[in-house]
């Protein structure tokens, strides 16, 4: 079960503003990812659905998380239907999100208190998300439909949450980009975990990259 509430989940978001998005099939690596972030200051990390039993490793490193990594508040990604979610909570997931909205999903998570954020690239499709308790929604992928359609959404609706997701950059051009566009916050995966960093198991490198970019997006919201 979810160690952390939504309300909880989502102020944490909203104050570091970066959330890590990662998947590996090596239980003792992705752990390395995870612990690497967590001193670089991330409090929140999604770990991502995208391998066969990618459920076994996210039990694996969400149990050893509790104990190592008492502030963090993990989640599960590509998650497209409503069993995997239940899946992921039972596991303790403490947020759901998906490439895509589908709204049996929001239903399982509304009832045990966990936020859902579905991925949108339409504006009827964010509201149809807010509609079925959506407080966070994703923008993917981020890449294709650029700050300009966070801005545009914010227009005539700027009580909006919006996580940016999908080709987002560790630099302090791309992620100032997105968060003076609105952007409630950014996902970053691959350009944060470069495979060849991941295979020589320099986990340095990957603590002062996310300490960089936390930097870099709270000078970015204190703009």
Request: aromatic share 8%.
């Amino acid at each position: 079960m979810a160690q952390f509430d939504k309300l909880s989940v989502l102020e944490q978001i909203g104050k570091t503003k970066v959330v890590p998005v990662f998947y590996h099939q090596d239980a003792t690596t992705a752990l390395s990812v995870v612990k690497a972030c967590y001193e670089g200051g991330i409090r929140v990390f999604e770990f991502t659905n995208r391998g066969d039993r990618a459920h076994e490793v996210f039990r694996a490193v969400i149990t050893e998380a509790r104990e190592q990594m008492p502030e963090l508040i993990m989640g599960a990604g590509s998650v497209v239907d409503a069993p995997t979610a239940v899946l992921y909570m039972q596991l303790g997931a403490n947020f759901i999100v998906g490439p895509l909205f589908n709204p049996d999903i929001a239903k399982v998570c509304n009832r045990r208190n966990v936020p859902y954020t579905p991925g949108c690239g339409t504006i009827s499709e964010v509201g149809q998300a807010q509609e079925v308790g959506c407080d966070l929604v994703k923008a993917f992928p981020g890449e294709v439909l650029g700050t300009k359609f966070v801005k545009a959404l914010l227009a005539p609706m700027p009580w909006t949450k919006i996580m940016v997701t999908g080709g987002v950059e560790p630099t302090e051009e791309n992620i100032t980009g997105w968060l003076k566009a609105g952007a409630y916050c950014v996902g970053m995966g691959s350009k944060l975990f470069p495979k060849d960093v991941v295979r020589e198991n320099n986990w340095k490198y990957i603590t002062e990259k996310c300490s960089e970019v936390l930097r870099i997006a709270q000078k970015a919201s204190e703009k």
